[in-house]
């Protein structure tokens, strides 16, 4: 499975933003996938998660109610809808697919910068 994830760029502080991930491969749809971040000077850290068939999520206290992931397996691609954005929510994110453990994933997409103005 290869990952592409886009739809970063700069917004001011209260604004929106819409990743997407593209997946190649027919496999995206039985993998659990997530979203991660890594911000300059900082370890990359979790940001939501969604099980293969769409039941399940989970997201970082820090994005709760303002983040909404969601994925369309028909298009093999993976959204990560962000509202209310923060300066602090300001890093390169990441799509991974097919879940081995906690914050382990199998396939990872290159990143996708997302700037957050105050």
């Known amino acids: 499975v290869q990952l592409q994830a886009s739809g970063g760029g700069l917004v001011q502080a209260g604004g929106s933003l819409r990743l997407s991930c593209a997946a190649s491969g027919r496999t995206f749809s039985s993998y659990t996938m997530g979203w991660f971040r890594q911000a300059p000077g900082s370890e990359r850290e979790f940001v939501a998660r969604?099980?293969?068939?769409?039941?399940?999520?989970a997201y970082a206290d820090s994005v709760k109610g303002r983040f909404t992931i969601s994925r369309d397996n028909a298009k093999n691609t993976g959204y990560l809808q962000m509202n209310s954005l923060k300066p602090e929510d300001t890093a390169v994110y990441f799509c991974a697919a097919q879940q081995l453990g906690p914050n382990h994933y199998g396939y990872w997409g290159q990143g996708t910068l997302v700037t957050v103005s105050s």
């Open positions: 969604m099980s293969w068939g769409g039941a399940n999520t």
